[in-house]
């Protein structure tokens, strides 16, 4: 059984779990690369989340782009965190309408500093063990071969 985000995050995110790069810890709630793939499960469990970073990446350079007040060479949010989140959030519900009415980007060029690179796995551990007991639950059971 996959374990449950902690209340708080769960009010936020519901029974989803965070997607992180190897800069994170391995946390029930965070998943992130398997630092040295041992077999067939754990290497398309590790490509598909690759792929996964690499489109969240984009995406984000793009309505980095569009709204520079988020991009930290257009501007800098000189707010709480909650308020921070919130102008976030409302640039990708705006970035989100623009895409679906065809509105073109302005800035339709992704800066070199905003493309996306290969992953680069250094592993930044698992704190109590439960990370790893909960990626060890996912991998197998969508990556194996029964889930493949």
Same mark, same amino acid.
């Given at each position: 059984?996959?374990?449950?985000?902690?209340?708080?995050?769960?009010?936020?995110?519901?029974?989803?779990?965070?997607?992180?790069?190897?800069?994170?810890?391995?946390?029930?709630?965070?998943?992130?690369?398997?630092?040295?793939?041992?077999? #067939?499960? #754990? #290497?398309?469990?590790?490509?598909?989340?690759?792929?996964?970073?690499?489109?969240?990446?984009?995406?984000?350079?793009?309505?980095?782009?569009?709204?520079? %007040?988020?991009?930290?060479?257009?501007?800098?949010?000189?707010?709480?965190?909650?308020?921070?989140?919130?102008?976030?959030?409302? %640039?990708?519900?705006?970035?989100?309408?623009?895409?679906?009415?065809?509105?073109?980007?302005?800035?339709?060029?992704?800066?070199?500093?905003?493309?996306?690179?290969?992953?680069?796995?250094?592993?930044?551990?698992?704190?109590?063990?439960?990370?790893?007991?909960?990626?060890?639950?996912?991998?197998? #059971?969508?990556?194996?071969?029964?889930?493949?």
């Amino acid at each position: 059984m996959v374990h449950t985000l902690p209340s708080r995050l769960q009010r936020h995110f519901g029974d989803y779990l965070l997607l992180g790069d190897s800069g994170y810890p391995l946390e029930p709630f965070l998943i992130t690369p398997v630092t040295n793939p041992t077999n #067939e499960a #754990e #290497e398309l469990y590790y490509r598909a989340l690759v792929r996964t970073r690499v489109i969240v990446e984009l995406t984000l350079g793009v309505v980095k782009n569009r709204f520079r %007040c988020i991009h930290r060479f257009g501007g800098e949010l000189q707010y709480t965190p909650l308020r921070s989140a919130k102008i976030v959030s409302a %640039c990708l519900l705006l970035h989100n309408w623009c895409v679906s009415r065809s509105i073109p980007d302005p800035n339709n060029h992704l800066p070199e500093e905003d493309m996306p690179i290969e992953a680069h796995v250094v592993g930044a551990g698992d704190r109590g063990g439960t990370g790893r007991q909960t990626r060890d639950e996912i991998i197998p #059971e969508f990556y194996g071969r029964k889930g493949v």
